[in-house]
């Protein structure tokens, strides 16, 4: 039977693993038991994915990146070279806490850049943008970008990825797509 998926030969996929169609794996990548990968994801080279990770559609992980146990990954994901989730608050090597892995939740259409870290128990939300090597302490909001260590916000990003700037009445324009953004009052970013 042909597979749906593809996957290098060096790829080891381990039993009870969901992957979806059109999906690639490449070199020296491991899923571990029971992962949801879904449709049209590709997995990098040298990519290990913990068990029980869950990675929506159309999912990129770059070369080099482990995925832990508890991490979600909603649909249009991008997961940079290098970037490092955890998913220990306060690993001791001595001292076993696997019943302490803390849920991290990437939304719909957030970006991570290479060698970021996203610090277990936060949620990324839709459309973010976590530039390289930043290190995410805390939750972030839609659309927002977050650079440095640890990560700030300096701004806010389109669904195309270009850095929205607000005029008097609040309102942006996506230079690519045209779409328009409202800054609330709240200090939330909506599409309109």
Request: charged share 20%; hydrophobic share 35%.
């Amino acid at each position: 039977m042909e597979s749906s998926y593809f996957a290098h030969e060096s790829a080891i996929i381990d039993e009870g693993c969901k992957i979806g169609k059109g999906t690639k794996i490449w070199h020296f990548t491991h899923i571990m038991k029971g992962c949801e990968i879904g449709e049209n994801c590709n997995l990098g080279q040298n990519v290990v994915i913990s068990p029980d990770v869950v990675l929506g559609r159309n999912v990129k992980v770059q070369n080099n990146v482990s995925i832990y146990t508890g991490v979600i990954c909603d649909d249009d994901v991008f997961l940079g070279p290098s970037m490092v989730f955890t998913n220990v608050i306060n690993p001791r090597s001595h001292i076993l806490r696997k019943d302490q892995y803390q849920a991290t939740h990437v939304r719909r259409g957030a970006s991570i850049g290479a060698n970021a870290t996203i610090v277990c128990g936060n949620e990324i939300g839709e459309f973010a943008f976590i530039g390289a090597g930043a290190v995410v302490t805390k939750d972030v909001p839609p659309f927002a970008l977050i650079v440095g260590n640890p990560g700030r916000h300096v701004g806010w990003m389109s669904e195309y990825g270009h850095r929205l700037h607000f005029d008097e009445n609040n309102i942006a324009e996506c230079p690519e797509s045209h779409d328009k953004y409202e800054l609330t009052k709240e200090g939330k970013v909506i599409k309109l």
